[in-house]
C-alpha cells in the first residue's frame, strides 16, 4: 500500500517563475491538504481539497492555486515566484470520515533564486 | 492570532532516559490535538493523538498529557532511543485545518 507521494523531490525556479508541484494521496484517501514549511519553522497550511474543490485555505495569496483530479490526486501551483517562496511541500492526504489523521508525503523543496 | 507553541526549541536526553517536550496552545476552542515526528528530509509522521474531553492517552513508549486549565500539551518519550532523534511538532485541528507549532528539537546522546 503505497503512502503519500510528492514530485518532483527537488526544483530550482528563479523568480518570476510558475511551479507545479504534485501530489498522490495514499489508498483510500479522499482529501489532500497542502503545507508550506520554511527552514526551522512548522508546517503552515496551505489550503484542503476534497471533492475536486478547495474546502478551506489558510493565509496564502492568489499566487498560490490548487486543483484535485477526480482519482484524488492533487496538484499546487504557484505564480509570480518570490525569493521567499523557497520552502518545503508538504502534501498530506486524509480520509474525509477521519479527516483529523493526515499522512504527509515526504515533500518537495522549492528554491528560487 | 492565535497558535500552537512550544517551550523549548532543543532538548537533549541520554540515551534510555525519558523526555518530555512541552506545547502551550492558545485557541482554547481546539478540541484534537496532535503531536508530529519530523526527521531530516522526510514529511512529519503522526505518533500520538489526545481529544480535549481528554487528559491522557498512552501509545507504545509515548503519552501524551493535555492541561485544559492551562492550555498545555506535553509528549513524553519513555525510554528514549537514537531512532527518536527528531524535531517534534505539537497541532492543533480546528474546523479541519492543522495549526502547527515551530517544533522542539529532540537530540539522544548515546
Known amino acids: 500500500d503505497a503512502g503519500v507521494t510528492q514530485s518532483p523531490t527537488h526544483l530550482i525556479k528563479t523568480r518570476g517563475q510558475q511551479v507545479t508541484l504534485r501530489c498522490s494521496p495514499k489508498?483510500?484517501?479522499?482529501?489532500v491538504s497542502w503545507y508550506q514549511q520554511a527552514l526551522g519553522q512548522g508546517p503552515q497550511f496551505i489550503f484542503q481539497?476534497?471533492?475536486?474543490?478547495?474546502?478551506q485555505r489558510g493565509n496564502f495569496p492568489d499566487r498560490f492555486s490548487g486543483h484535485q483530479f477526480p482519482n484524488y490526486s492533487s496538484e499546487l501551483n504557484v505564480n509570480a515566484l518570490l525569493l521567499g517562496d523557497s520552502a518545503l511541500y508538504l502534501c498530506?492526504?486524509?480520509?474525509?470520515?477521519?479527516?483529523?489523521?493526515?499522512?504527509f508525503g515526504p515533500g518537495t523543496r522549492l528554491l528560487v533564486l | 492570532g492565535e497558535s500552537v507553541g512550544l517551550h523549548l526549541p532543543t532538548l537533549s536526553v541520554q540515551e534510555g532516559d525519558n523526555s518530555i517536550i512541552n506545547c502551550a496552545y492558545s485557541?482554547?476552542?481546539?478540541?484534537?490535538f496532535i503531536w508530529y515526528k519530523q526527521e531530516s528530509g522526510k514529511g512529519p509522521q503522526f505518533i500520538i493523538d489526545?481529544?480535549?474531553?481528554?487528559d491522557k492517552r498512552q501509545g507504545q513508549r509515548v503519552t501524551v498529557l493535555l492541561n485544559k486549565t492551562v492550555k498545555h500539551l506535553s509528549l513524553q518519550i519513555a525510554a528514549t532511543q537514537p531512532g527518536d532523534s527528531a524535531v517534534y511538532f505539537c497541532?492543533?485541528?480546528?474546523?479541519?485545518?492543522?495549526?502547527f507549532g515551530p517544533g522542539t528539537s529532540l537530540s539522544v546522546i548515546p
Open positions: 497541532a492543533e485541528n480546528m474546523f479541519d485545518k492543522v495549526i
Open positions: 489508498s483510500g484517501h479522499d482529501t
Open positions: 485557541n482554547s476552542a481546539s478540541d484534537y
Open positions: 498530506a492526504s486524509s480520509f474525509t470520515a477521519g479527516v483529523e489523521t493526515q499522512y
Open positions: 481539497y476534497y471533492e475536486e474543490e478547495e474546502r
Open positions: 489526545i481529544r480535549s474531553n481528554m
